[in-house]
């Protein structure tokens, strides 16, 4: 990881980080397993656990998607090169802390 670098942003004249800082941040996130998470649906609101969505496979990816609205919940994308996740489709992911 880069080192992270302070900017002042012109507009506002606030001080921000570069994203570098989310590598430390994120990282107990993304260390979580999602069986044991809560999402709650950008589409229609329903909340529940992450494992009772349902997920389509047979594609070049993977799409999860709500069993309340259908909504598109998160994609999941191997290539050669790269791994894209898109879970844009969730209002929220939460997991409990124990």
């Known amino acids: ?7 002042t942003d012109r507009e506002t004249g606030e001080d921000f ?6 590598g430390g941040e994120l990282s107990a996130v993304f260390v979580r397993d999602l069986t044991g998470a809560y999402g709650r649906c950008g589409g229609c609101g329903h ?3 992450v494992p009772a969505v349902r997920v389509w496979t047979a594609g070049p990816g993977i799409v999860a998607r709500c069993q309340g609205c259908d909504h598109v919940l998160l994609r999941l994308v ?4 790269h791994l894209m996740l898109d879970a844009s489709g969730f209002a929220e992911i939460r997991w409990p802390l124990e």
């Open 1 to 7: 990881m880069s080192d992270q670098h302070d900017e």
């Open 78 to 81: 191997q290539t050669d090169t």
């Open 17 to 22: 980080l570069d994203g570098n800082v989310l």
């Open 47 to 49: 909340d529940g656990p």
